[in-house]
């Protein structure tokens, strides 16, 4: 496609439900990144994806998160026992490089009843 | 992690009055981007900056990546309404780290 899609764009979840959001990437971009943004914050790093490999998970914040590429394109960001604070827009971005410009998508907004 | 402490928070201003924000860190950075933020969208690459010192403009944009290293701003000159939304700064403090983003300066602009 010609951006990056993210679906779905709006998610209500009762706490303890799992979630599953979906990231298309530009075709062919390497690199993909998820940031988690927070109602009048800026992106948070969560995780990044070089292909299939996931190279740094280092912002992901408790063992409830998990992300997934395995084709190195579709990616998948899993929420397991969703809590309140898990509340937030989370994006996606692509780059044809780590070094390149990154493209976010549009953003899934979870909210946590 | 890596702050940036971004300002102001908020400007309300006047249609065809000219912007400054800026974006200071207490570590070094390799680079300096700014973004925009529209309702509802992702953030949207305005300016790189990839030296310090350096100046690029963007149309009405202009940023530069402070001497320091540890700074940069962000002027909008001439705004317009559709300038409205929140602008990010963000940049990466070593070849491989992962880009941290400010909280960002919401912009307002009065017809």
């Known amino acids: 496609g010609a951006g990056v899609s993210q679906s779905p764009r709006y998610k209500v979840a009762k706490r303890g439900q799992d979630v599953a959001l979906r990231c298309d990437p530009i075709s062919g971009h390497v690199s993909l990144f998820w940031y988690q943004q927070a109602l009048g914050q800026g992106p948070e790093f969560l995780t990044y994806f070089q292909n299939e490999a996931q190279l740094d998970k280092s912002g992901l914040p408790s063992d409830r998160f998990f992300a997934e590429r395995p084709e190195g394109s579709v990616s998948t960001l899993k929420i397991q026992r969703t809590q309140q604070e898990d509340s937030a827009v989370y994006l996606c971005?692509?780059?044809?490089?780590?070094?390149?410009?990154?493209?976010f998508g549009s953003g899934t907004q979870l909210s946590v009843l | 992690g890596q702050q940036l402490n971004q300002s102001p928070q908020s400007m309300f201003i006047q249609e065809g009055e000219d912007v400054s924000m800026n974006c200071t860190s207490s570590s070094i950075f390799n680079t300096w981007l700014w973004y925009k933020q529209d309702p509802g969208e992702g953030p949207v690459l305005l300016i790189a900056?990839?030296?310090?010192?350096e100046l690029t403009s963007n149309g009405r944009l202009t940023a530069q990546f402070g001497i320091t290293r540890k700074d940069s701003f962000l002027n909008i000159s001439a705004s317009i309404p559709s300038d409205v939304g929140i602008y990010f700064c963000?940049?990466?403090?070593?070849?491989?780290?992962?880009?941290?983003f400010g909280k960002g300066t919401r912009l307002s602009v009065i017809a």
């Open positions: 900056l990839y030296k310090a010192g």
């Open positions: 963000a940049g990466h403090y070593s070849g491989n780290t992962p880009l941290v």
């Open positions: 971005a692509s780059s044809l490089t780590r070094k390149e410009k990154l493209f």
